[in-house]
């Protein structure tokens, strides 16, 4: 059995406070997503902001490219 690893792997998680970019986990800038496995995972908001931006950038290159 595991013991507590997963209770200390999660309140390690928990005890950070900014995202690796730097930006706060706080209720502006976090959201929430349930796994398949139904776990809670928090994601920042500014990140996948900056990440839905350049993928939609890169797929409309990507589209002009083949139309060409």
């Not at 997963?6 to 900014?18: D, V």
């Not at 796994?35 to 993928?55: I, L, M, V």
């Amino acid at each position: 059995r595991r013991g507590n690893a997963g209770k200390l792997a999660a309140s390690l998680q928990l005890a950070k406070t900014h995202c690796p970019q730097g930006h706060a986990y706080d209720e502006v800038n976090t959201y929430f997503v349930v796994t398949k496995q139904g776990n809670r995972e928090r994601h920042c908001r500014p990140c996948n902001n900056a990440n839905s931006r350049d993928y939609k950038r890169r797929r409309a290159e990507k589209l002009r490219a083949k139309e060409s």
